[in-house]
């Protein structure tokens, strides 16, 4: 499945949040968004990437950004990680992995070698119009948030 593009209209989604409440893309209209894609909750890696946003999400607010993470876990799974690493940020639960698909954030991974599918870790920065502004599919899960930073040109 390809990625969308810098410059493209990102892909529609809609799914459940960990409260069970409906978001879609829809909801970020007019908005910033830094949609970011990882494996699973509470796993070394992943724990680093959503702790560096959080914290530096109050400067990346600042800068007009509204933040989502996405990954196949169930809405309880993301309630329980949201909990334990006071995360400002809601968590997308996408266990049909369409919206994955939608984004290229599935497909064939490589790890001590074994291959296998699963989630392509990506950040997608989503300008106020809808359309994809960045996409990282190198993050540095220590200094993500620093990395976006980096990126946009932000103090």
């Known amino acids: 499945m390809s990625r969308p593009q810098k410059g493209e209209k990102a892909p529609h989604f809609e799914g459940v949040n960990e409260r069970g409440e409906k978001v879609s893309l829809d ?6 968004l ?12 992943c724990t680093a990437a959503a702790c560096s946003l959080r914290d530096d999400y109050d400067k990346l607010k600042k800068h007009g950004f509204e933040m989502l993470g996405v990954s196949p876990d169930k809405p309880a799974k993301h309630q ?15 266990e049909e992995k369409e919206v994955l698909q939608a984004y290229g954030a599935w497909g064939r991974k490589k790890f001590m070698g074994r291959e296998y599918d699963g989630v392509l870790r990506s ?7 809808g359309k994809v502004e960045e996409v990282i599919e190198k993050v540095k899960t ?3 948030a620093q990395q976006i930073a980096e990126l946009l040109g932000l103090d």
């Open 27 to 32: 909801d970020f209209r007019g908005k910033k």
């Open 34 to 45: 830094i949609l970011f894609f990882y494996p699973k909750d509470d796993t070394p890696g």
């Open 80 to 94: 329980k990680f949201i909990d334990k690493y006071s995360f400002p940020f809601s968590l997308l639960a996408d």
């Open 123 to 129: 950040t997608y920065i989503i300008d106020e119009d």
């Open 142 to 144: 220590k200094t993500h």
